[in-house]
Protein backbone atom coordinates (compact mmCIF):
# COMPACT_ATOMS: atom_id res chain seq x y z
CA UNK A 1 0.00 0.00 0.00
CA UNK A 2 1.40 3.41 -0.94
CA UNK A 3 0.19 7.09 -0.52
CA UNK A 4 -0.64 10.11 -1.80
CA UNK A 5 -0.21 13.56 -1.20
CA UNK A 6 -3.48 15.38 -0.97
CA UNK A 7 -4.58 17.27 -3.46
CA UNK A 8 -7.75 20.41 -3.43
CA UNK A 9 -10.53 19.38 -4.97
CA UNK A 10 -10.45 21.21 -8.20
CA UNK A 11 -7.26 19.74 -9.27
CA UNK A 12 -6.45 16.64 -10.82
CA UNK A 13 -5.49 13.85 -8.40
CA UNK A 14 -2.00 13.28 -7.56
CA UNK A 15 -0.15 10.04 -8.74
CA UNK A 16 0.53 7.30 -6.09
CA UNK A 17 3.55 7.68 -4.33
CA UNK A 18 5.16 6.91 -1.27
CA UNK A 19 6.55 3.60 0.10
CA UNK A 20 3.91 3.49 3.40
CA UNK A 21 3.10 -0.40 3.52
CA UNK A 22 -0.50 -1.60 4.14
CA UNK A 23 0.36 -3.20 7.88
CA UNK A 24 0.68 0.72 8.53
CA UNK A 25 -2.50 2.12 8.08
CA UNK A 26 -5.45 1.54 10.06
CA UNK A 27 -8.80 -0.77 8.93
CA UNK A 28 -10.65 1.13 6.93
CA UNK A 29 -13.65 3.23 9.36
CA UNK A 30 -17.29 2.13 8.39
CA UNK A 31 -18.59 5.14 9.47
CA UNK A 32 -16.15 6.89 6.84
CA UNK A 33 -17.40 4.43 4.70
CA UNK A 34 -20.72 5.39 4.29
CA UNK A 35 -19.52 8.62 2.72
CA UNK A 36 -19.74 7.02 -0.80
CA UNK A 37 -23.00 4.52 -1.81
CA UNK A 38 -21.39 0.93 -1.57
CA UNK A 39 -22.38 0.47 -5.70
CA UNK A 40 -20.22 3.25 -6.36
CA UNK A 41 -17.35 2.29 -4.05
CA UNK A 42 -17.22 -1.25 -5.42
CA UNK A 43 -17.25 -0.92 -9.12
CA UNK A 44 -14.97 2.06 -9.12
CA UNK A 45 -12.74 0.29 -6.47
CA UNK A 46 -12.35 3.50 -4.44
CA UNK A 47 -12.95 3.67 -0.88
CA UNK A 48 -13.08 6.27 1.71
CA UNK A 49 -11.24 4.74 4.54
CA UNK A 50 -10.69 7.81 7.11
CA UNK A 51 -11.90 11.11 7.99
CA UNK A 52 -8.97 13.78 9.04
CA UNK A 53 -9.09 17.36 9.92
CA UNK A 54 -7.51 18.04 6.38
CA UNK A 55 -9.69 16.05 4.01
CA UNK A 56 -10.64 12.59 3.29
CA UNK A 57 -8.15 9.55 2.96
CA UNK A 58 -9.29 7.56 0.10
CA UNK A 59 -7.90 3.90 -1.26
CA UNK A 60 -7.39 3.14 -4.58
CA UNK A 61 -5.83 0.79 -7.08
CA UNK A 62 -4.52 0.83 -10.13
CA UNK A 63 -8.25 -0.41 -11.76
CA UNK A 64 -9.85 2.98 -10.17
CA UNK A 65 -10.96 5.16 -13.04
CA UNK A 66 -9.42 8.61 -12.51
CA UNK A 67 -12.79 10.05 -13.41
CA UNK A 68 -14.25 8.18 -10.36
CA UNK A 69 -11.44 9.88 -8.16
CA UNK A 70 -11.64 13.06 -9.92
CA UNK A 71 -15.56 12.95 -8.80
CA UNK A 72 -14.87 12.36 -5.42
CA UNK A 73 -12.69 15.13 -4.89
CA UNK A 74 -14.85 17.51 -6.32
CA UNK A 75 -17.98 16.91 -4.08
CA UNK A 76 -15.59 16.60 -0.83
CA UNK A 77 -12.58 19.10 -1.21
CA UNK A 78 -9.23 17.52 -0.36
CA UNK A 79 -7.99 14.52 -0.47
CA UNK A 80 -5.44 12.00 0.25
CA UNK A 81 -4.54 9.12 -1.78
CA UNK A 82 -3.45 5.83 -0.46
CA UNK A 83 -3.10 3.04 -3.71
CA UNK A 84 -3.94 0.01 -2.21
CA UNK A 85 -3.51 -3.64 -4.18
CA UNK A 86 -6.53 -4.27 -6.08
CA UNK A 87 -7.73 -7.57 -4.04
CA UNK A 88 -6.56 -6.11 -1.13
CA UNK A 89 -8.67 -2.81 -1.56
CA UNK A 90 -11.95 -5.03 -2.44
CA UNK A 91 -11.95 -7.02 0.61
CA UNK A 92 -11.62 -3.89 2.42
CA UNK A 93 -14.36 -2.39 0.70
CA UNK A 94 -16.85 -5.51 1.60
CA UNK A 95 -15.50 -5.66 5.10
CA UNK A 96 -16.10 -1.94 5.86
CA UNK A 97 -19.57 -1.88 4.08
CA UNK A 98 -20.56 -5.00 6.16
CA UNK A 99 -19.46 -3.54 9.39
CA UNK A 100 -21.31 -0.26 8.74
CA UNK A 101 -24.37 -1.91 8.21
CA UNK A 102 -26.94 -1.18 10.97
CA UNK A 103 -27.37 -3.95 13.15
CA UNK A 104 -31.04 -5.98 13.29
CA UNK A 105 -31.42 -4.21 16.63
CA UNK A 106 -31.02 -0.76 15.24
CA UNK A 107 -32.70 -1.65 12.11
CA UNK A 108 -36.32 -2.64 14.31
CA UNK A 109 -36.48 0.93 16.11
CA UNK A 110 -37.00 2.17 12.23
CA UNK A 111 -39.22 -0.51 10.96
CA UNK A 112 -41.81 -0.40 14.03
CA UNK A 113 -44.15 2.00 12.74
CA UNK A 114 -46.28 1.56 9.75
CA UNK A 115 -45.72 -1.36 7.60
CA UNK A 116 -46.78 -0.74 3.69
CA UNK A 117 -47.51 -4.20 2.88
CA UNK A 118 -47.82 -3.76 -1.32
CA UNK A 119 -43.89 -2.99 -0.90
CA UNK A 120 -43.08 -6.51 -0.67
CA UNK A 121 -44.30 -7.03 -3.98
CA UNK A 122 -41.60 -5.53 -4.88
CA UNK A 123 -39.23 -7.49 -7.27
CA UNK A 124 -36.00 -9.02 -6.57
CA UNK A 125 -33.43 -10.02 -8.54
CA UNK A 126 -32.27 -13.44 -8.59
CA UNK A 127 -28.96 -12.55 -7.01
CA UNK A 128 -29.01 -9.46 -4.86
CA UNK A 129 -26.27 -7.74 -3.05
CA UNK A 130 -27.67 -6.79 0.36
CA UNK A 131 -25.15 -4.05 0.98
CA UNK A 132 -26.85 -2.50 -2.14
CA UNK A 133 -29.89 -2.28 -0.64
CA UNK A 134 -30.03 0.86 1.68
CA UNK A 135 -33.07 2.51 -0.08
CA UNK A 136 -35.78 -0.40 0.27
CA UNK A 137 -38.71 -0.08 2.27
CA UNK A 138 -38.06 -0.82 6.29
CA UNK A 139 -39.30 -4.41 6.63
CA UNK A 140 -36.83 -5.06 3.40
CA UNK A 141 -34.26 -3.78 5.08
CA UNK A 142 -34.79 -5.34 8.05
CA UNK A 143 -34.65 -8.79 7.02
CA UNK A 144 -31.51 -7.26 4.73
CA UNK A 145 -30.00 -6.31 7.83
CA UNK A 146 -30.97 -9.90 9.99
CA UNK A 147 -28.65 -11.56 7.18
CA UNK A 148 -26.40 -9.27 6.84
CA UNK A 149 -25.74 -9.45 10.81
CA UNK A 150 -25.99 -13.29 10.24
CA UNK A 151 -23.48 -13.98 8.18
CA UNK A 152 -20.86 -11.72 9.34
CA UNK A 153 -21.75 -13.26 12.38
CA UNK A 154 -21.29 -16.82 11.59
CA UNK A 155 -25.05 -17.86 12.24
CA UNK A 156 -25.89 -21.22 10.53
CA UNK A 157 -29.54 -20.42 11.27
CA UNK A 158 -31.90 -17.45 11.67
CA UNK A 159 -35.04 -18.65 13.87
CA UNK A 160 -37.98 -16.06 13.14
CA UNK A 161 -40.80 -16.97 16.14
CA UNK A 162 -44.73 -15.90 16.79
CA UNK A 163 -45.71 -15.70 20.31
CA UNK A 164 -48.84 -14.20 21.96
CA UNK A 165 -47.26 -11.02 21.97
CA UNK A 166 -44.00 -10.43 20.55
CA UNK A 167 -42.00 -11.94 17.72
CA UNK A 168 -38.81 -13.10 18.48
CA UNK A 169 -35.57 -13.48 15.90
CA UNK A 170 -32.43 -15.85 17.50
CA UNK A 171 -29.17 -16.87 15.52
CA UNK A 172 -28.20 -20.05 16.35
CA UNK A 173 -24.43 -19.35 16.57
CA UNK A 174 -21.42 -22.20 17.60
CA UNK A 175 -24.25 -24.51 17.93
CA UNK A 176 -26.38 -22.81 20.35
CA UNK A 177 -29.24 -20.46 20.05
CA UNK A 178 -29.30 -16.57 21.29
CA UNK A 179 -32.08 -13.64 21.42
CA UNK A 180 -30.76 -11.12 18.48
CA UNK A 181 -33.99 -9.09 18.48
CA UNK A 182 -37.98 -8.72 19.33
CA UNK A 183 -39.71 -7.19 17.10
CA UNK A 184 -43.43 -5.92 17.62
CA UNK A 185 -46.13 -9.13 16.73
CA UNK A 186 -48.01 -6.54 14.13
CA UNK A 187 -44.59 -6.94 11.91
CA UNK A 188 -44.42 -10.71 12.12
CA UNK A 189 -46.66 -11.46 9.27
CA UNK A 190 -44.61 -8.73 7.03
CA UNK A 191 -42.11 -10.24 8.02
CA UNK A 192 -43.03 -14.12 6.98
CA UNK A 193 -44.37 -12.93 3.81
CA UNK A 194 -41.41 -11.12 2.45
CA UNK A 195 -38.78 -13.91 3.21
CA UNK A 196 -41.76 -16.19 1.59
CA UNK A 197 -41.58 -13.74 -1.78
CA UNK A 198 -37.96 -14.20 -1.66
CA UNK A 199 -37.61 -18.01 -1.58
CA UNK A 200 -40.67 -18.10 -4.28
CA UNK A 201 -43.44 -19.49 -1.84
CA UNK A 202 -46.72 -19.23 -1.84
CA UNK A 203 -47.53 -16.08 0.65
CA UNK A 204 -51.28 -17.06 0.67
CA UNK A 205 -50.86 -20.53 1.99
CA UNK A 206 -49.97 -20.30 5.78
CA UNK A 207 -51.67 -23.49 6.66
CA UNK A 208 -48.86 -25.74 5.17
CA UNK A 209 -45.18 -25.84 5.87
CA UNK A 210 -43.54 -25.24 2.90
CA UNK A 211 -39.48 -25.29 1.91
CA UNK A 212 -37.74 -22.76 -0.44
CA UNK A 213 -34.15 -21.52 -1.54
CA UNK A 214 -32.76 -17.84 -1.36
CA UNK A 215 -29.32 -17.02 -3.38
CA UNK A 216 -28.28 -14.11 -2.51
CA UNK A 217 -24.57 -11.76 -2.20
CA UNK A 218 -23.16 -10.22 0.84
CA UNK A 219 -20.00 -8.02 0.81
CA UNK A 220 -19.29 -10.23 -2.88
CA UNK A 221 -19.40 -13.70 -0.77
CA UNK A 222 -22.57 -16.14 -2.17
CA UNK A 223 -24.01 -17.33 0.30
CA UNK A 224 -27.28 -19.68 0.23
CA UNK A 225 -30.66 -19.10 2.88
CA UNK A 226 -32.58 -22.71 3.10
CA UNK A 227 -36.50 -21.65 4.01
CA UNK A 228 -38.46 -23.34 6.32
CA UNK A 229 -42.13 -22.05 7.85
CA UNK A 230 -44.54 -23.98 9.50
CA UNK A 231 -47.50 -23.05 11.01
CA UNK A 232 -48.28 -22.34 14.57
CA UNK A 233 -51.12 -21.56 17.29
CA UNK A 234 -49.75 -17.74 16.87
CA UNK A 235 -48.58 -17.60 13.54
CA UNK A 236 -45.89 -18.90 11.00
CA UNK A 237 -42.19 -19.38 12.44
CA UNK A 238 -39.85 -19.55 9.94
CA UNK A 239 -36.36 -20.90 9.86
CA UNK A 240 -33.08 -19.82 7.82
CA UNK A 241 -30.31 -21.82 7.32
CA UNK A 242 -27.28 -20.07 6.29
CA UNK A 243 -25.05 -22.16 3.99
CA UNK A 244 -21.93 -20.46 2.84
CA UNK A 245 -20.54 -21.85 -0.34
CA UNK A 246 -16.87 -21.15 0.41
CA UNK A 247 -15.32 -24.26 -0.34
CA UNK A 248 -11.68 -22.95 0.12
CA UNK A 249 -12.24 -23.59 4.01
CA UNK A 250 -12.74 -27.14 3.56
CA UNK A 251 -9.76 -28.57 5.03
CA UNK A 252 -9.55 -31.33 7.27
CA UNK A 253 -6.61 -30.18 9.49
CA UNK A 254 -8.41 -26.83 9.24
CA UNK A 255 -11.50 -28.79 10.84
CA UNK A 256 -9.56 -29.74 13.98
CA UNK A 257 -8.70 -33.29 12.90
CA UNK A 258 -5.43 -34.42 14.75
CA UNK A 259 -3.05 -35.21 12.09
CA UNK A 260 -3.25 -39.25 13.30
CA UNK A 261 -6.84 -39.23 12.83
CA UNK A 262 -6.38 -37.51 9.64
CA UNK A 263 -3.72 -39.91 8.59
CA UNK A 264 -6.22 -43.55 9.23
CA UNK A 265 -8.81 -41.24 7.55
CA UNK A 266 -6.91 -40.95 4.06
CA UNK A 267 -5.95 -44.34 4.22
CA UNK A 268 -10.09 -44.96 4.05
CA UNK A 269 -10.95 -42.76 1.78
CA UNK A 270 -7.87 -43.84 -0.56
CA UNK A 271 -9.32 -47.46 -1.13
CA UNK A 272 -10.99 -48.67 -4.42
CA UNK A 273 -14.26 -49.81 -3.05
CA UNK A 274 -16.06 -49.73 0.75
CA UNK A 275 -18.29 -47.57 2.50
CA UNK A 276 -17.12 -44.81 4.81
CA UNK A 277 -19.14 -43.48 7.17
CA UNK A 278 -19.64 -40.10 8.85
CA UNK A 279 -21.82 -40.11 11.78
CA UNK A 280 -22.99 -38.19 14.31
CA UNK A 281 -26.46 -35.79 15.33
CA UNK A 282 -27.80 -32.80 13.58
CA UNK A 283 -25.20 -29.96 13.13
CA UNK A 284 -22.27 -31.86 14.22
CA UNK A 285 -20.11 -30.76 10.50
CA UNK A 286 -20.51 -34.38 9.16
CA UNK A 287 -21.65 -32.74 5.88
CA UNK A 288 -19.04 -30.45 5.39
CA UNK A 289 -16.39 -33.40 6.60
CA UNK A 290 -17.32 -35.40 3.78
CA UNK A 291 -16.48 -32.58 1.05
CA UNK A 292 -13.24 -31.90 2.69
CA UNK A 293 -13.13 -35.38 2.22
CA UNK A 294 -14.00 -35.16 -1.64
CA UNK A 295 -11.67 -32.12 -1.96
CA UNK A 296 -8.52 -34.59 -1.06
CA UNK A 297 -9.88 -37.05 -4.02
CA UNK A 298 -8.24 -36.74 -7.45
CA UNK A 299 -10.26 -35.79 -9.81
CA UNK A 300 -9.08 -35.50 -12.96
CA UNK A 301 -8.83 -39.42 -13.27
CA UNK A 302 -11.75 -40.34 -11.51
CA UNK A 303 -15.46 -39.60 -11.91
CA UNK A 304 -16.30 -38.32 -8.04
CA UNK A 305 -20.25 -37.86 -7.85
CA UNK A 306 -22.65 -36.82 -5.42
CA UNK A 307 -26.59 -36.81 -3.77
CA UNK A 308 -27.17 -33.93 -1.53
CA UNK A 309 -30.24 -32.36 -0.06
CA UNK A 310 -29.31 -29.49 -0.37
CA UNK A 311 -26.12 -29.25 -2.13
CA UNK A 312 -24.20 -27.08 0.17
CA UNK A 313 -20.93 -26.19 -1.63
CA UNK A 314 -20.06 -26.18 -5.48
CA UNK A 315 -16.87 -28.52 -5.78
CA UNK A 316 -15.14 -27.66 -8.54
CA UNK A 317 -14.75 -31.45 -11.04
CA UNK A 318 -17.85 -33.69 -8.95
CA UNK A 319 -20.56 -34.33 -10.60
CA UNK A 320 -23.25 -32.91 -7.75
CA UNK A 321 -27.15 -33.98 -7.57
CA UNK A 322 -29.48 -32.03 -5.65
CA UNK A 323 -32.69 -34.07 -4.07
CA UNK A 324 -35.55 -33.08 -4.56
CA UNK A 325 -38.67 -34.99 -2.44
CA UNK A 326 -41.40 -32.80 -4.46
CA UNK A 327 -40.76 -34.41 -7.67
CA UNK A 328 -40.01 -37.71 -6.56
CA UNK A 329 -36.18 -37.51 -7.10
CA UNK A 330 -35.20 -39.17 -3.90
CA UNK A 331 -31.92 -40.33 -2.75
CA UNK A 332 -32.48 -43.82 -3.37
CA UNK A 333 -34.12 -43.03 -7.14
CA UNK A 334 -30.88 -39.99 -7.74
CA UNK A 335 -28.58 -42.69 -6.47
CA UNK A 336 -29.77 -45.55 -9.06
CA UNK A 337 -29.31 -43.03 -11.77
CA UNK A 338 -26.02 -42.13 -10.48
CA UNK A 339 -24.57 -46.02 -11.00
CA UNK A 340 -25.55 -46.21 -14.52
CA UNK A 341 -22.87 -42.90 -15.07
CA UNK A 342 -19.80 -44.78 -14.62
CA UNK A 343 -19.12 -43.14 -11.31
CA UNK A 344 -15.39 -44.17 -9.12
CA UNK A 345 -16.85 -42.66 -6.37
CA UNK A 346 -20.30 -41.81 -4.41
CA UNK A 347 -21.06 -39.49 -1.76
CA UNK A 348 -24.39 -39.82 -0.57
CA UNK A 349 -25.60 -36.71 1.66
CA UNK A 350 -27.67 -39.15 4.41
CA UNK A 351 -28.63 -42.82 4.30
CA UNK A 352 -32.48 -42.38 5.50
CA UNK A 353 -33.57 -45.57 4.75
CA UNK A 354 -33.35 -49.29 3.87
CA UNK A 355 -33.53 -48.70 0.17
CA UNK A 356 -30.73 -46.38 0.15
CA UNK A 357 -28.38 -48.28 2.50
CA UNK A 358 -29.06 -51.53 0.14
CA UNK A 359 -27.81 -49.41 -2.87
CA UNK A 360 -24.88 -47.96 -0.98
CA UNK A 361 -23.47 -51.61 0.30
CA UNK A 362 -24.28 -52.98 -3.27
CA UNK A 363 -22.63 -50.14 -5.13
CA UNK A 364 -19.47 -50.72 -2.71
CA UNK A 365 -19.19 -54.25 -3.38
CA UNK A 366 -19.21 -54.10 -6.97
CA UNK A 367 -16.37 -51.63 -7.25
CA UNK A 368 -16.97 -48.18 -6.14
CA UNK A 369 -16.14 -46.40 -3.01
CA UNK A 370 -18.74 -44.82 -1.46
CA UNK A 371 -18.89 -42.10 1.36
CA UNK A 372 -21.82 -41.42 3.15
CA UNK A 373 -23.38 -39.87 6.58
CA UNK A 374 -25.86 -41.57 8.90
CA UNK A 375 -27.12 -40.20 12.82
CA UNK A 376 -25.66 -41.79 15.33
CA UNK A 377 -24.08 -40.76 18.59
CA UNK A 378 -20.86 -42.53 18.06
CA UNK A 379 -18.73 -45.14 15.80
CA UNK A 380 -19.62 -48.55 16.93
CA UNK A 381 -23.36 -47.73 16.97
CA UNK A 382 -23.12 -47.21 13.03
CA UNK A 383 -23.51 -50.90 12.94
CA UNK A 384 -26.58 -51.61 14.51
CA UNK A 385 -28.22 -48.66 12.87
CA UNK A 386 -27.42 -50.35 9.70
CA UNK A 387 -29.11 -53.57 11.00
CA UNK A 388 -31.75 -52.17 12.46
CA UNK A 389 -32.63 -50.74 9.30
CA UNK A 390 -32.18 -54.53 7.58
CA UNK A 391 -29.05 -54.36 5.98
CA UNK A 392 -27.97 -58.10 6.33
CA UNK A 393 -24.75 -58.33 8.59
CA UNK A 394 -22.97 -60.37 6.47
CA UNK A 395 -23.10 -57.51 3.40
CA UNK A 396 -22.22 -55.04 5.77
CA UNK A 397 -19.28 -56.72 7.22
CA UNK A 398 -18.01 -57.09 3.55
CA UNK A 399 -18.46 -53.61 2.66
CA UNK A 400 -17.67 -51.32 5.82
CA UNK A 401 -14.38 -50.10 5.96
CA UNK A 402 -14.48 -47.38 8.93
CA UNK A 403 -16.68 -45.24 10.59
CA UNK A 404 -15.71 -41.50 11.53
CA UNK A 405 -18.03 -39.98 14.31
CA UNK A 406 -17.60 -36.47 15.16
CA UNK A 407 -18.84 -33.68 17.84
CA UNK A 408 -18.06 -29.52 17.89
CA UNK A 409 -16.75 -28.33 20.79
CA UNK A 410 -16.76 -24.42 20.99
CA UNK A 411 -13.82 -22.18 21.29
CA UNK A 412 -12.94 -20.47 23.88
CA UNK A 413 -13.28 -16.71 23.23
CA UNK A 414 -9.56 -15.21 23.18
CA UNK A 415 -10.32 -12.24 24.68
CA UNK A 416 -12.14 -12.92 27.31
CA UNK A 417 -11.16 -16.65 29.19
CA UNK A 418 -9.82 -16.70 32.27
CA UNK A 419 -7.32 -19.59 34.07
CA UNK A 420 -8.24 -21.06 37.17
CA UNK A 421 -7.14 -24.24 38.99
CA UNK A 422 -4.75 -25.11 35.81
CA UNK A 423 -7.73 -24.72 33.56
CA UNK A 424 -9.33 -22.16 31.36
CA UNK A 425 -12.91 -21.08 31.80
CA UNK A 426 -15.38 -18.87 29.79
CA UNK A 427 -16.34 -15.49 31.58
CA UNK A 428 -18.38 -13.50 28.08
CA UNK A 429 -17.66 -10.30 26.33
CA UNK A 430 -19.00 -8.01 23.82
CA UNK A 431 -16.53 -9.89 21.35
CA UNK A 432 -18.33 -13.34 21.76
CA UNK A 433 -21.78 -11.71 22.31
CA UNK A 434 -21.30 -12.44 26.14
CA UNK A 435 -21.49 -16.47 25.67
CA UNK A 436 -17.99 -16.76 26.28
CA UNK A 437 -16.97 -18.79 23.31
CA UNK A 438 -16.17 -17.74 19.90
CA UNK A 439 -15.92 -20.31 16.74
CA UNK A 440 -15.88 -24.45 16.94
CA UNK A 441 -13.64 -27.08 16.11
CA UNK A 442 -13.85 -30.79 15.58
CA UNK A 443 -13.46 -33.87 17.86
CA UNK A 444 -13.54 -37.24 16.16
CA UNK A 445 -13.45 -41.43 17.10
CA UNK A 446 -12.49 -43.36 14.23
CA UNK A 447 -13.63 -46.72 14.16
CA UNK A 448 -11.18 -48.85 11.33
CA UNK A 449 -12.79 -51.93 10.65
CA UNK A 450 -10.49 -54.98 11.03
CA UNK A 451 -11.02 -58.59 10.70
CA UNK A 452 -11.76 -58.87 14.34
CA UNK A 453 -14.52 -56.10 13.89
CA UNK A 454 -15.90 -57.88 10.68
CA UNK A 455 -16.40 -61.28 12.86
CA UNK A 456 -18.51 -58.54 15.80
CA UNK A 457 -20.34 -57.49 12.91
CA UNK A 458 -20.75 -61.01 11.15
CA UNK A 459 -22.54 -62.27 14.44
CA UNK A 460 -24.56 -59.62 14.84
CA UNK A 461 -22.38 -58.68 18.70
CA UNK A 462 -23.67 -55.52 21.07
CA UNK A 463 -22.19 -52.30 20.00
CA UNK A 464 -20.27 -52.29 23.85
CA UNK A 465 -18.44 -55.36 21.61
CA UNK A 466 -17.52 -53.72 18.72
CA UNK A 467 -16.30 -50.42 20.84
CA UNK A 468 -14.21 -52.65 23.05
CA UNK A 469 -12.12 -54.29 19.68
CA UNK A 470 -11.83 -50.59 18.76
CA UNK A 471 -10.49 -49.28 21.83
CA UNK A 472 -8.22 -53.04 21.78
CA UNK A 473 -7.15 -52.05 18.05
CA UNK A 474 -6.01 -48.18 19.10
CA UNK A 475 -9.64 -46.07 18.56
CA UNK A 476 -9.94 -42.93 20.64
CA UNK A 477 -13.34 -41.80 21.83
CA UNK A 478 -14.81 -38.82 21.45
CA UNK A 479 -14.23 -37.74 25.28
CA UNK A 480 -10.43 -39.23 24.69
CA UNK A 481 -9.85 -36.81 21.35
CA UNK A 482 -11.27 -33.70 22.91
CA UNK A 483 -8.77 -33.97 26.02
CA UNK A 484 -6.11 -32.14 23.25
CA UNK A 485 -8.47 -29.12 23.30
CA UNK A 486 -8.38 -29.16 26.50
CA UNK A 487 -5.00 -28.98 26.92
CA UNK A 488 -4.07 -26.36 24.42
CA UNK A 489 -6.67 -23.84 26.63
CA UNK A 490 -8.99 -24.33 23.40
CA UNK A 491 -12.10 -24.75 25.11
CA UNK A 492 -12.98 -25.74 28.72
CA UNK A 493 -13.78 -29.10 30.35
CA UNK A 494 -17.61 -28.27 30.79
CA UNK A 495 -18.21 -27.28 26.87
CA UNK A 496 -16.19 -31.11 26.66
CA UNK A 497 -18.38 -32.91 28.79
CA UNK A 498 -22.04 -30.88 27.00
CA UNK A 499 -20.53 -32.05 24.10
CA UNK A 500 -19.28 -35.66 24.32
CA UNK A 501 -21.51 -36.57 27.30
CA UNK A 502 -18.16 -37.73 29.05
CA UNK A 503 -17.56 -37.93 32.57
Keep these: MTSAASHPSNSAPAPAGGGASSSANPPPSPLAARTLPYGFSRNNQILVAHQH ?3 LEVWISERTPAAATAEVARNFGALRLVTVDAAE ?108 IMAQLDIAEKRLPQDGRITLRVGGRPVDVRVSTLPTGHGERAVLRMLEKDSQRLNLEALGMSRDTQAQFDKLISKPHGIVLVTGPTGSGKTTTLYAALSRLETETSNIMTVEDPIEYDLS ?131 TIDDAIRTLIHEQKSDAEVLAAGREGGMHTLREDADRWIAQGYTSLEEVIRVTGGD
Design 53 to 55: SDG
Design 317 to 447: GIGQTQVNDRIGMTFARALRSILRQDPDIIMIGEIRDLETAQIAVQASLTGHLVLATLHTNDAASAVTRLTDMGVEPYLLASSLLGVLAQRLVRRLCPACKVERDGTWHPVGCEACGRSGYAGRRGVYELL
Design 89 to 196: LALAISSAYARQEGSAAQVVGEVEGEVDLSLLMQDIPEIEDLLESEDDAPIIRMINALLTQAAREGASDIHIEPFENASVVRFRVDGTLRDVVRPKKALHGALISRIK
